[in-house]
């Protein structure tokens, strides 16, 4: 699986930016989605994940109620779309995917990754 995330930018805090994850080489379905960000001289940081049919979707609670992950199986594309964006929410967010029905948090649980997309939220 190849994945291609996009979208990223520069915006200003309370703003909003949708992010892009293309998915290529395989079927999409059975896929378990998900996004992270790296802020720098940070870990990796799960921030949702979505269930492969799209009906169950996690946040990290530094991001419910604000973000909101969703996919397109017919475009094989998911979507994070980031409102309210805090400085804090400033970092490379990439994409993954696991083969599996369970959304995971962990980083190390995830085996396909895009290249990640850098967000930068001004105050």
């Known amino acids: 699986v190849q994945l291609q995330a996009s979208g990223g930018g520069l915006v200003q805090a309370g703003g909003s930016l949708t992010l892009s994850c293309a998915a290529s080489?395989?079927?999409?379905?059975?896929?378990?989605m998900g996004w992270f960000r790296q802020a720098p001289e940070k870990e990796r940081q799960f921030v949702a994940g979505?269930?492969?049919?799209?009906?169950?979707?996690v946040y990290a609670d530094s991001v419910r109620g604000r973000f909101t992950i969703s996919r397109d199986s017919a475009k094989n594309t998911v979507y994070l779309q980031m409102n309210s964006l805090k400085s804090e929410d400033t970092a490379v967010y990439f994409c993954?995917?696991?083969?599996?029905?369970?959304?995971?948090?962990?980083?190390?649980?995830?085996?396909?990754w895009g290249q990640g997309t850098q967000v930068t939220v001004s105050s």
């Open positions: 080489g395989r079927t999409f379905s059975g896929l378990v």
């Open positions: 979505i269930s492969w049919s799209g009906g169950s979707a």
């Open positions: 993954a995917s696991r083969k599996t029905t369970v959304i995971s948090r962990n980083v190390s649980q995830y085996y396909y």
